[in-house]
């Protein structure tokens, strides 16, 4: 199965964000999820079609909290993540599997301590309702539509365990000869490796 991961941006809490939104919630609602990493959420879809689509669907909330979006196809790497771009290109066939692996970009993998328990809609209690695609806005004109149901109760939905790691400081690297050069931004344990399209290597 095809495995996408989003990753939040820097002060927002992710989960809370989608999940207290109604068309984000129901685009999910199928899945099982999961939080791999820090201020993350994941699923496994059936296919990179399938994987495509939904990043398709919740595009809106891609471009206001989400800071990385990740793809992992097995029948790719079992253990490296596609970007987005490049997950695109593939299922439109613009790239064979064995094109994939040149360009990359190395992130860092740090633990993260355990946090005490707190919902996931703690640090903002303030009811979402449906927002961009509905194309309705709230009565304040703040810009978030017109929903009227609590949702805030949805935010945190229970079985998600709490991540152990974040990433740090990604590093744009090239595949030579099959190998990567070695992680040197900080002193890390772990790394993982996203392949890039061309276009999204930055040397």
Not at 27 to 55: K, M, Q, W
Not at 63 to 72: G, H, S, Y
Not at 133 to 153: F, N
Not at 179 to 196: G, H, I, Q
Request: charged share 30%; net charge negative; aromatic share 6%.
């Amino acid at each position: 199965m095809t495995r996408v991961c989003l990753i939040g941006e820097a002060g927002t809490n992710l989960q809370y964000e989608l999940l207290s939104r109604e068309t984000a919630r129901e685009a999910l609602a199928t899945y099982d999820l999961e939080r791999p990493f820090e201020n993350s959420l994941a699923v496994r879809t059936v296919s990179i079609g399938a994987a495509v689509s939904l990043l398709n669907d919740l595009n809106w909330y891609l471009t206001r909290f989400v800071d990385e979006v990740l793809v992992q196809e097995p029948s790719i790497s079992d253990d490296e993540w596609l970007s987005r771009p490049l997950a695109t290109e593939l299922r439109n066939g613009a790239l064979e599997p064995a094109e994939t692996d040149e360009f990359c970009k190395l992130y860092g993998l740090e633990r993260v301590d355990p946090e005490p328990d707190t919902p996931a809609g703690a640090a903002d209690s303030t009811p979402r309702t449906d927002d961009g695609p509905s194309g309705e806005t709230d009565s304040a004109g703040d810009g978030e539509p017109s929903g009227g149901a609590d949702d805030s109760s949805d935010a945190d939905r229970p079985g998600v365990a709490e991540p152990t790691h974040r990433l740090v400081e990604p590093l744009y690297v090239r595949r030579t000869d099959g190998s990567l050069p070695e992680y040197d931004l900080r002193a890390v344990e772990e790394t993982l490796v996203v392949r890039l399209t061309e276009s999204e290597y930055t040397p």
